[in-house]
């Protein structure tokens, strides 16, 4: 008897675990984990925000940032990584680029559970806003805003 063949013939019933081997326990633990992390991810996705992409790499500043005047704001976005004294958080850069009269920012590195910093603190608005991503993919930014102290949490 198969892992398979257990499963489907308690579909309707309770899995009787104690007829699985040691393998067949390992393997059906890897497929509920599996299953697990997807609908994790899955519900992650459902209540995130999004942004397009240009070119699955790039998204517009303008889109994330609090304050979208290049007149007062310089246009940036880091990726925390750690704590700084004088600033809170500190990171890398991420590249950017002009796309169409438009600042864009390389996102093509950034993962699950990254957190990012995206400038928007003028004379008027003092606060830089912070995402963490939930994912990069079909040519969508997922993202969920979140508080400073939240930021720095995540890196603490």
Avoid at 76 to 90: A, E, N, S
Avoid at 131 to 143: F, Q
């Amino acid at each position: 008897m198969t892992t398979d063949d257990t499963l489907s013939e308690n579909s309707a019933n309770e899995l009787d675990i104690e007829q699985l081997s040691a393998e067949q326990l390992e393997t059906v633990r890897d497929k509920i984990e599996t299953e697990l992390e997807k609908r994790a991810q899955d519900a992650d996705l459902t209540d995130s925000r999004t942004t397009d992409l240009v070119n699955d790499q790039w998204v517009n500043w303008r889109e994330l940032s609090a304050h979208p005047n290049l007149k007062a704001v310089k246009p940036w976005i880091l990726r925390v990584t750690g704590l700084h004294t004088k600033y809170g958080v500190d990171g890398e850069w991420l590249d950017k680029q002009q796309i169409d009269g438009d600042y864009h920012m390389d996102v093509s590195g950034l993962e699950n559970g990254d957190v990012i910093k995206v400038s928007g603190a003028s004379h008027a608005n003092r606060k830089h806003r912070y995402y963490r991503v939930t994912a990069v993919g079909n040519g969508r930014l997922y993202h969920e805003k979140i508080s400073e102290s939240e930021a720095i949490e995540a890196v603490d």
